[in-house]
């Protein structure tokens, strides 16, 4: 049974979860979420999802969220349907992170929305001031694994993102990008 069909059959079940997990202190979400983050069973990814939903500014429907995914400041993490965030990624929504509908994100990727200045050289580059810069994926991006997006991205709808690939600049829809750091390959 498809994905899809699993989160219809258990979609109602699931929006009560999330609304009661909307209502509890967020340590004991935090502390559900790491203790989940353990297990592929339909259990945990049914109880992340529930998770993911009452934190984060809007998530939509059939949202997987893979084992030992880190997830911080959920409250500036808005994410539409069928997106897939595979094992073992780093999400930060720090500086605010838009991901549309028909995402997939392979195991191991990370996506960053802020990054160190180190303007300051009397003080170390860890303490110096922080910028904040949202990134946004837009719908139907496939992005390999092993991906880095960097702070302040855009990657535009229908896109494809090589395994490995570095993401400092934006991304042209319709295209393929890879490297280090990633350039066109070529448009679909």
């Not at 899809?4 to 997990?21: C, E, G, T």
């Not at 993490?77 to 094992?87: C, E, K, L």
């Not at 028909?102 to 180190?118: D, G, K």
Request: aromatic share 8%.
């Amino acid at each position: 049974m498809s994905g899809k069909i699993q989160f219809k059959k258990y979609k109602n079940a699931l929006s009560i979860v999330s609304k009661v997990f909307a209502i509890s202190p967020l340590s004991i979400r935090y502390f559900l979420w790491d203790c989940s983050s353990i297990s592929s069973s339909k259990l945990a990814v049914g109880l992340r999802y529930s998770l993911l939903k009452s934190m984060s500014d809007n998530v939509g429907d059939n949202v997987y969220i893979g084992k030992y995914v880190t997830i911080k400041n959920f409250h500036n993490i808005q994410i539409g349907n069928n997106v897939s965030i595979h094992d073992c990624c780093y999400i930060d929504g720090a500086g605010e992170l838009t991901i549309g509908n028909n995402v997939s994100i392979a195991h191991h990727c990370s996506i960053l929305t802020v990054n160190h200045q180190w303007n300051d050289s009397e003080k170390p580059i860890k303490y110096n001031s922080e910028v904040f810069k949202p990134v946004v994926i837009h719908d139907d991006t496939w992005l390999g694994c092993g991906v880095r997006v960097l702070a302040g991205v855009t990657i535009a709808s229908r896109s494809i993102l090589a395994a490995g690939s570095i993401v400092n600049k934006n991304v042209e829809p319709n295209s393929i990008y890879g490297g280090v750091p990633a350039k066109l390959i070529k448009n679909l």
